[in-house]
């Protein structure tokens, strides 16, 4: 079965993020890269040290990178929201904002590594981060939105 064009950039970018691990290279261990399966009833996988939940948001038509052709390509920008959850130990030595801004950064450089997602987007931008805490899961994180521009066929989303 095809894959549509977004899709296949948005399983480049959770496996770019699920990469993340001290062994590659970065200062943090991803355990876990996940998406929302339903909406009514959705319950989240058992919690883990170090989390990334994405979520595709409404996208945006993107008329400044339409292509003249035939067939045309239209343009989008499709937000994935991004939450980068963080559970410390009880044990935990090390400062939550230390943990937090190498975990961020470590999204950043993984995700930016391919802003072109293997040339399926023109580009990939990360927008500003917002920090939160969730007291009764007892995690705390970062939320941002890694915002993706690509564009398709008009006629056919599954091909460039």
Not at 90 to 102: E, F, G, M, Q, Y
Not at 119 to 145: H, K
Request: charged letters at 20%; a negative charge.
């Amino acid at each position: 079965m095809a894959s549509t064009i977004i899709d296949q950039i948005v399983d480049d970018v959770k496996t770019a993020i699920a990469a993340i691990s001290t062994g590659g290279g970065y200062e943090t261990d991803v355990e876990s890269v996940y998406e929302p399966l339903t909406v009514k009833g959705y319950t989240k996988p058992p919690m883990k040290s170090f989390q990334v939940q994405l979520t595709l948001v409404d996208p945006e038509r993107n008329e400044d990178i339409d292509l003249q052709g035939n067939p045309p390509r239209v343009g989008w920008t499709q937000p994935i929201e991004t939450a980068l959850m963080y559970r410390p130990s009880d044990s935990a030595t090390t400062p939550i904002r230390t943990v937090l801004n190498k975990f961020w950064s470590d999204v950043i450089k993984a995700v930016q590594s391919d802003p072109y997602r293997a040339g399926l987007a023109i580009d990939t931008r990360i927008t500003d981060p917002a920090w939160f805490i969730n007291d009764a899961d007892g995690y705390v994180g970062i939320s941002c939105f890694i915002n993706i521009i690509y564009r398709h066929k008009e006629n056919n989303p599954y091909e460039q």
